[in-house]
């Protein structure tokens, strides 16, 4: 059974600092990765889909990458700002739909 | 366009009582699925539906069903709701082969 773990859960940095958020899986078996961001009382949007041939995708401030030999994704945040914070999650998409870790809860002070 | 419309946004209900969560997608998605997220939690898969008339359970099923008779619709309907079923309860949909999925606002029901 896929498990995703991500670390840390919670993470509180100043304006400005670049910071990596982890992600690893237990089934290096998988389709594809996605990072998603989630407001408070909101639904999720996608931030960077990773297809499993690929090793990162890039959009604007944000690069994910991937290794799925190793059951690893980092999401790299650079000059991070207030308007980022907010709820990361990764998930993995296998044999079964995708699988949510249980996501990092960012916080960007000003 | 309005993507994935889910209603109602918030509802209570008391223990024994039935409801049905309607989610209405626009984008011709083969894929739709049934999320319910816990506080603290990640999102855990209830059902999903690769196309109209198929549907599979996923890892959180019982007390659920769906139903997939168009494109467009997957209802999820809770039949004898209990106080473990108080969740906020997303709806998503994506294009077959890609691995794209978009959600809905979410409905949030507590039953009491």
């Known amino acids: 059974k896929q498990e995703v773990t991500q670390i840390p859960a919670a993470l509180s940095v100043p304006e400005g600092e670049n910071l990596v958020l982890n992600c690893s899986f237990t089934?290096?078996?998988?389709?594809?990765l996605q990072w998603f961001r989630q407001d408070p009382g909101k639904g999720l949007t996608s931030l960077l889909l990773?297809?499993?041939?690929?090793r990162e995708q890039t959009s604007g401030r944000l690069n994910a990458s991937l290794d799925k030999s190793s059951g690893r994704s980092t999401l790299y945040i650079a000059a991070s700002q207030p308007g980022d914070s907010a709820t990361y999650l990764c998930?993995?998409?296998?044999?079964?739909?995708?699988?949510f870790g249980k996501g990092t809860r960012l916080s960007v002070i000003a | 366009n309005a993507g994935v419309t889910q209603t109602p946004k918030f509802r209570i209900l008391k223990i024994g009582q039935s409801m049905t969560l309607q989610c209405t997608q626009d984008?011709?998605?083969?894929?739709m699925y049934w999320y319910r997220q816990d506080p603290g939690m990640g999102l855990k898969l209830i059902y999903y539906?690769?196309?109209?008339?198929?549907?599979d359970k996923g890892e959180v099923p019982n007390g659920y069903n769906v139903s997939r008779s168009t494109t467009e619709d997957f209802p999820l309907r809770l039949e004898l709701a209990a106080p473990s079923q108080t969740s906020v309860y997303f709806c998503?949909?994506?294009?077959?082969?890609?691995?794209?999925?978009?959600f809905g606002e979410g409905s949030r029901l507590t039953v009491l």
């Open positions: 998503a949909s994506g294009p077959r082969g890609t691995g794209e999925l978009f």
């Open positions: 089934d290096s078996a998988i389709y594809n």
């Open positions: 990773i297809q499993s041939s690929q």
């Open positions: 998930a993995v998409e296998g044999n079964t739909p995708l699988v």
């Open positions: 984008m011709n998605h083969n894929y």
């Open positions: 539906s690769v196309g109209a008339g198929i549907t």
